[in-house]
């Protein structure tokens, strides 16, 4: 009993769920603040390179610890007031990555790790600091030696607005 009233409420809705002509379509919605129209998204992507012998040793001490890295500064006068405080900036590392016997380029979203191998058993953490028209990127060692440069390096960064 339960089973055909079950199907009967299916068929009754069925039958009169689509009656009467379609009616007229509603009103456009209003874009951007106010009302006002939207701008679309803006985006300024830039290219750097930070070569090994450009990277600036920093030493400092705070409360007694003391503290090393590495960094370089860049000029990016497109990272303005508003981008820095509505945008959104994305930093990657490139570089190469082995993947079946052949090398790839790769963009690593910072902060990201290097791990040393073998050869070179240091781990590299690259991170990146913004301020308004400027673009800090820093290296950190796992393992402290600052007679060891960092290695050239590209990053790639993206604005968006």
């Not at 009993?1 to 009656?19: N, P, T, Y």
């Not at 500064?73 to 990272?79: Q, R």
């Not at 959104?88 to 590392?93: F, I, N, R, T």
Request: hydrophobic fraction near 35%.
């Amino acid at each position: 009993m339960k089973k055909l009233l079950g199907w009967l409420l299916v068929v009754m809705l069925g039958i009169s769920a689509c009656e009467g002509p379609i009616g007229p379509p509603g009103r456009d919605g209003r874009d951007g603040r106010n009302g006002k129209d939207a701008e679309s998204t803006q985006w300024y992507i830039e290219d750097l390179e930070v070569r090994s012998q450009d990277w600036n040793f920093v030493h400092d001490e705070m409360d007694g610890n003391q503290w090393y890295l590495f960094e370089y500064e860049f000029s990016l006068p497109e990272l303005d007031q508003f981008v820095f405080m509505q945008g959104a900036v994305s930093c990657y590392l490139v570089h190469n990555v082995n993947y079946g016997g052949n090398s790839i380029r790769v963009h690593s979203l910072l902060p990201f790790t290097v791990y040393g191998e073998e050869d070179y058993p240091f781990s590299e953490n690259y991170s990146c600091e913004l301020r308004p028209g400027y673009i800090n990127f820093v290296v950190k060692y796992s393992d402290w030696s600052p007679d060891i440069l960092p290695p050239t390096r590209k990053f790639h960064v993206v604005l968006m607005w």
